[in-house]
């Protein structure tokens, strides 16, 4: 009597896949068009991973964000050198350390993606709108008196870093490239932070901020991949 078949192949082995598939072929194109399908769904919910173009907002945020940050430095190391006040002195010294250490961030990311760091310092009206403090406001923290100069400079850097979060916006989306959108989730934080913190030190020299910038939009700007290598 024979026996029925149990799923085995010869010599009572049993049947592996690649034998499955060999004696029913039209499962092996079902699996494929699956198999694409799911390639095509992971592929439009990932981020992008193509570089930039040089005219995306990526970039324009990396090197316009560089002279930003370099005057936050030159003001945080002018009141530190004046005020012997223990918590505005230790602000100062935070917010030059981590945006030195941003900027090189920045440039490193530039320089990765083929790109020069080097721009233009922004001036007048742009330089207006991304909360950057005029050359004059600049000095006038080293020579206006002491407590004077405080207050200045926290109502300086209180717009200085509105306009940095307003900056950095635009590249803090699921699509960015995951090294920029770490970035400015880092320069949220931290200047959301600080903002808190100069906004309570102004209060207590009876003291309230400037009106916050208004950053222009970034029309037309590539948000990555466009024209990209």
Sequence with gaps: ???RSSGRGGAGRPLDWLEVLARHPGWLAVLGLVASALIAVASALAPRVLTPAENSAEVRFLREMIP???QAVDLAVRIRDRS???????????????????????RGVLND???????????G?????MGM????????????????????FLRLMIRHHQGALMMARPVSGERVRPELRSLAHHVHAAQTDEIEMMTRMLAVRDAKPLPPPELAP??????????GQ
């Excluded at 012997?84 to 920045?106: F, N, V, Y």
């Excluded at 403090?133 to 200045?152: G, I």
């Excluded at 970034?218 to 024209?227: E, I, K, P, V, Y």
């Design 1 to 3: 009597m024979r026996e």
């Design 68 to 70: 930003h940050h370099a």
């Design 84 to 106: 012997d006040d223990p918590a505005l002195r230790s602000l100062a010294l935070k917010i030059l350390l981590t945006q030195q250490e941003e900027r090189g961030r920045m």
């Design 113 to 123: 993606w083929g790109f020069a760091s080097s721009a233009p310092a922004p001036e």
């Design 125 to 129: 009206t742009h330089a207006a709108m």
């Design 133 to 152: 403090a005029t050359p004059a406001q600049v000095q006038q923290v080293s020579t206006l008196p002491v407590r004077d100069a405080e207050r200045l």
């Design 218 to 227: 970034m029309d037309g700007m590539d948000m990555g991949g466009s024209g």
